[in-house]
């Protein structure tokens, strides 16, 4: 059985913002961590943030949830020398916009975003509620600070049936 679910119109832009995308629509959005970790960048980390050879990041997902629907798993990588403290504020995370401001970051842009599809692994399955054979898209950005610092990874993937990409 097929189940349409709503489908998001997801603007690629220099500024791209969750936020934005849902404010206005009228679904109720949730947002869960669903893991957090402090650890040793790997060499692509350290060069598409900047960073010295050992430096350490703070990875975390966030599942977004529309009117009860599993929409998307946000994977976010940041470096633990710009947000001091975020293991104590994790929780409390309603959006990334809001959390750069936490910091200080008033404004940010998307310097980049490669788009890819393909089939999900069994735990995006599990928690985006779809079937093996439901393929996923998945975007990768990196955001940068009004200096053209990078501030974050992310990488977000959503079932293919609710975004629409437009670029």
Known sequence: MFVR???LDYRIKSRTRWSDMVRGRGEKVDIHLINFEERRGDPAIWRSLSLQRGERVFEFTLLRVLDGTPICLAHH???TARFPGLADKINDVRSISGLFMEYGIEDYKRSDTTMTCRL???EEVRLLCIQRAQPLIVLEGRNIDKNGRPLEISR????ADCIS???
Not at 156 to 159: E, F, G, L, R
């Open 156 to 159: 977000s993937k959503w079932p």
């Open 165 to 167: 990409v437009k670029i």
């Open 120 to 122: 999900p692994e069994k």
């Open 77 to 79: 990588t940041l470096p």
């Open 5 to 7: 679910r709503l489908t």
